[in-house]
């Protein structure tokens, strides 16, 4: 059997990891927006987006 064929056969059978929910969404306490989970902020212990948490306006 031809190297090349094997590696093709390879190829087609390798699953692609699922694309979706790579993060998870949250909901944003103050605005209700829904905001990706690396974007949310803790404020006394709610989930805020970065807006609401006013990390907007404090030079980032
Ligand atoms: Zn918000």
């Known amino acids: 059997m031809?190297?090349?064929e094997l590696y093709?056969?390879?190829q087609v059978?390798?699953?692609l990891p699922p694309l979706a929910r790579?993060?998870?969404t949250l909901?944003?306490?103050e605005c209700?927006?829904?905001v990706m989970e690396p974007r949310a902020?803790?404020?006394e212990g709610r989930?805020?987006?970065l807006p609401c948490a006013g990390q907007y306006s404090r030079g980032w």
Do not use: K, T, W, Y
Request: aromatic letters at 4%; proline letters at 8%; glycine letters at 4%.
């Open 2 to 4: 031809p190297a090349e």
């Open 22 to 24: 790579v993060f998870d």
């Open 47 to 49: 989930v805020v987006c």
């Open 13 to 15: 059978e390798v699953e």
């Open 8 to 10: 093709e056969v390879r």
């Open 27 to 29: 909901i944003c306490a």
């Open 32 to 34: 209700g927006e829904p």
């Open 41 to 43: 902020r803790l404020q």
